[in-house]
């Protein structure tokens, strides 16, 4: 049986998550951790785990610093809350050695940094987006720019409920990183963040990458090529948060049972050569 701890357990996310481990016959919930100003703490989070403020003293109770082999179950922390509580509950999960699973998005150049500095010592998963059919359009867009080259022009849209933070968001940076190495362009070079006003010519080279925000659209992500006299989409929408809840399980079941290193959906679907 895998234990899972929960960090942000009483977001969108966390209760998602935590509905499904609650219902998994592999998984159980070894601790739910919200903010410290959060206005549940010390209540039941399910099956009898109390919301807590304190990854350290949850992980202390479940395992000593760097002395991973007293828990006869694997340990796993699952992570979606903001970059800068992420980054904290990484240094806590490197002091005890305990395998992170990381659905956080908008970290910052430093803070990618530090996850690739702490996978030297412990598993990560790290994924701006952790369901299925997600990280397959992230392997097609690749697959598409490289046949279609730079005959085709590329732009992405994306469109998330108005409370999400971030723009645009981790997985439309993340299709326009593929489709950018695939066609041997350095996105910080040619990405374009919306248009206004007098820009002139859209020149070959640019990724347009759009954001909308409103409602509740959970999450809706498009790559289009567009040619002369014809236009390729390739379209993901999400209808509800089991899916991501769905991968991010799944992620931990590959983390808990890991080498150290830093990895993505795609080796924890094994498609990562295909």
Do not use: W
């Amino acid at each position: 049986m895998i234990k899972v701890v929960v960090t942000g357990a009483m977001g969108r996310m966390g209760k998602a998550i935590v509905q499904q481990i609650l219902a998994s016959e592999d998984m159980e919930i070894a601790g739910c951790i919200e903010r410290k100003e959060h206005p549940l703490l010390g209540t039941d989070a399910g099956k009898g785990i109390i919301l807590t403020s304190n990854l350290e003293a949850t992980l202390q109770d479940l395992r000593q610093p760097q002395m991973p082999a007293i828990v006869s179950s694997p340990l796993v922390i699952i992570d979606f809350t903001s970059p800068e509580t992420t980054i904290n509950h990484l240094e806590t999960a490197c002091l005890f050695n305990c395998p992170i699973v990381i659905g956080t998005t908008g970290l910052n150049k430093a803070q990618n940094e530090r996850l690739s500095t702490a996978a030297e010592s412990i598993p990560i998963v790290y994924s701006a987006n952790m369901s299925l059919g997600m990280n397959l359009l992230f392997k097609l867009a690749a697959l598409t720019a490289k046949a279609l080259g730079n005959e085709y022009e590329v732009e992405i849209l994306e469109a998330h409920h108005h409370k999400k933070v971030d723009a645009p968001s981790g997985s439309a940076l993340k299709i326009a990183g593929v489709i950018a190495e695939a066609l041997e362009r350095d996105l910080d070079k040619v990405a374009v963040y919306g248009r206004q006003g007098s820009v002139g010519q859209r020149k070959p080279e640019e990724i347009g990458i759009f954001a909308i925000r409103g409602g509740d659209i959970i999450g809706e992500h498009t790559a289009m090529f567009i040619g002369d006299g014809e236009r390729l989409e390739i379209t993901h929408r999400v209808q509800n948060r089991d899916t991501f809840a769905s991968g991010a399980l799944r992620a931990g079941r590959f983390a808990a049972n890991a080498s150290p290193g830093l990895y993505n959906m795609m080796d924890v679907l094994g498609i990562k050569g295909e």
